[in-house]
Nanobody, 122 residues
Framework: QVQLAESGGGLVQAGGSLRLSCAAS????????MAWFRQAPGKEREFVGT???????YYADSVKGRFTISRDNAKNTVYLQMNSLKPEDTAVYYC????????????????WGQGTQVTVSS
Protein backbone atom coordinates (compact mmCIF):
# COMPACT_ATOMS: atom_id res chain seq x y z
CA GLN A 1 0.00 0.00 0.00
CA VAL A 2 2.77 2.39 1.00
CA GLN A 3 6.48 1.82 0.82
CA LEU A 4 8.96 4.26 2.31
CA ALA A 5 12.63 4.69 1.55
CA GLU A 6 14.91 7.05 3.45
CA SER A 7 18.04 8.62 2.06
CA GLY A 8 20.45 11.41 2.83
CA GLY A 9 22.13 10.06 5.93
CA GLY A 10 25.84 10.31 6.44
CA LEU A 11 28.65 11.65 8.55
CA VAL A 12 28.63 15.29 9.56
CA GLN A 13 30.55 17.41 12.04
CA ALA A 14 28.83 18.84 15.09
CA GLY A 15 27.15 22.10 14.21
CA GLY A 16 26.62 21.06 10.64
CA SER A 17 23.48 20.32 8.69
CA LEU A 18 21.98 17.40 6.88
CA ARG A 19 18.72 16.84 5.04
CA LEU A 20 17.04 13.47 5.00
CA SER A 21 14.49 12.46 2.42
CA CYS A 22 11.76 9.86 2.56
CA ALA A 23 10.30 8.80 -0.76
CA ALA A 24 6.90 7.13 -0.65
CA SER A 25 5.18 4.97 -3.19
CA UNK A 26 1.52 5.02 -4.10
CA UNK A 27 -1.02 7.68 -4.89
CA UNK A 28 -2.37 8.06 -1.36
CA UNK A 29 0.67 9.76 0.13
CA UNK A 30 -1.20 12.95 0.89
CA UNK A 31 -3.69 11.07 3.09
CA UNK A 32 -1.02 10.09 5.63
CA UNK A 33 0.51 11.92 8.50
CA MET A 34 4.25 11.39 8.36
CA ALA A 35 6.87 11.27 11.06
CA TRP A 36 10.54 10.78 11.71
CA PHE A 37 11.85 8.57 14.47
CA ARG A 38 15.38 7.72 15.42
CA GLN A 39 17.16 5.00 17.32
CA ALA A 40 20.60 5.41 18.79
CA PRO A 41 22.79 2.47 19.79
CA GLY A 42 21.60 0.97 23.05
CA LYS A 43 18.50 3.15 23.17
CA GLU A 44 14.87 2.74 22.29
CA ARG A 45 13.41 4.28 19.20
CA GLU A 46 12.30 7.82 19.89
CA PHE A 47 10.02 10.31 18.24
CA VAL A 48 11.68 13.16 16.36
CA GLY A 49 8.96 15.06 14.54
CA THR A 50 5.73 14.72 12.65
CA UNK A 51 3.87 16.54 9.92
CA UNK A 52 0.13 16.31 9.57
CA UNK A 53 -1.72 16.07 6.31
CA UNK A 54 -2.46 19.76 6.56
CA UNK A 55 1.22 20.57 6.98
CA UNK A 56 1.20 21.35 10.69
CA UNK A 57 4.28 20.09 12.47
CA TYR A 58 5.30 19.03 15.95
CA TYR A 59 8.75 18.21 17.27
CA ALA A 60 10.36 16.51 20.19
CA ASP A 61 11.85 18.93 22.68
CA SER A 62 15.32 17.63 21.92
CA VAL A 63 15.18 18.86 18.33
CA LYS A 64 12.92 21.91 18.50
CA GLY A 65 14.49 24.89 16.83
CA ARG A 66 17.04 22.73 15.03
CA PHE A 67 15.06 20.28 12.91
CA THR A 68 12.35 21.02 10.37
CA ILE A 69 10.04 18.49 8.78
CA SER A 70 8.29 19.25 5.51
CA ARG A 71 6.47 17.40 2.79
CA ASP A 72 6.05 17.69 -0.94
CA ASN A 73 2.93 15.77 -1.85
CA ALA A 74 3.53 16.23 -5.55
CA LYS A 75 6.82 14.37 -5.17
CA ASN A 76 5.55 11.91 -2.57
CA THR A 77 8.45 12.92 -0.39
CA VAL A 78 8.95 13.97 3.22
CA TYR A 79 12.05 15.79 4.37
CA LEU A 80 13.86 16.26 7.63
CA GLN A 81 16.15 19.25 7.63
CA MET A 82 18.60 18.93 10.50
CA ASN A 83 20.62 21.95 11.55
CA SER A 84 23.00 22.57 14.42
CA LEU A 85 23.60 18.87 14.71
CA LYS A 86 24.95 17.45 17.93
CA PRO A 87 26.74 14.17 18.63
CA GLU A 88 23.67 13.02 20.53
CA ASP A 89 21.72 13.22 17.28
CA THR A 90 23.67 10.21 16.05
CA ALA A 91 21.17 7.47 15.27
CA VAL A 92 19.43 5.54 12.58
CA TYR A 93 16.60 7.73 11.34
CA TYR A 94 13.34 6.19 10.21
CA CYS A 95 10.47 7.60 8.22
CA UNK A 96 6.97 6.42 9.11
CA UNK A 97 3.39 6.91 7.95
CA UNK A 98 0.09 6.69 9.79
CA UNK A 99 -3.57 7.04 8.94
CA UNK A 100 -4.10 8.86 12.21
CA UNK A 101 -4.30 12.61 12.13
CA UNK A 102 -1.13 12.75 14.19
CA UNK A 103 0.76 10.56 16.62
CA UNK A 104 3.95 10.67 18.63
CA UNK A 105 3.87 6.93 19.26
CA UNK A 106 5.73 4.56 16.99
CA UNK A 107 3.15 1.82 17.44
CA UNK A 108 0.55 3.99 15.75
CA UNK A 109 2.49 4.05 12.52
CA UNK A 110 1.61 1.52 9.88
CA UNK A 111 4.50 1.89 7.48
CA TRP A 112 8.21 2.28 8.02
CA GLY A 113 11.26 2.83 5.93
CA GLN A 114 14.47 0.87 6.29
CA GLY A 115 16.30 3.66 8.06
CA THR A 116 19.30 5.81 7.23
CA GLN A 117 22.33 6.30 9.44
CA VAL A 118 23.22 9.75 10.69
CA THR A 119 26.51 10.13 12.50
CA VAL A 120 27.56 13.42 14.06
CA SER A 121 31.17 13.75 15.09
CA SER A 122 32.53 16.16 17.68
Amino acid sequence: QVQLAESGGGLVQAGGSLRLSCAASGRTFSSYAMAWFRQAPGKEREFVGTIRRNGNTYYADSVKGRFTISRDNAKNTVYLQMNSLKPEDTAVYYCAATNRLVSLVGGDYDYWGQGTQVTVSS
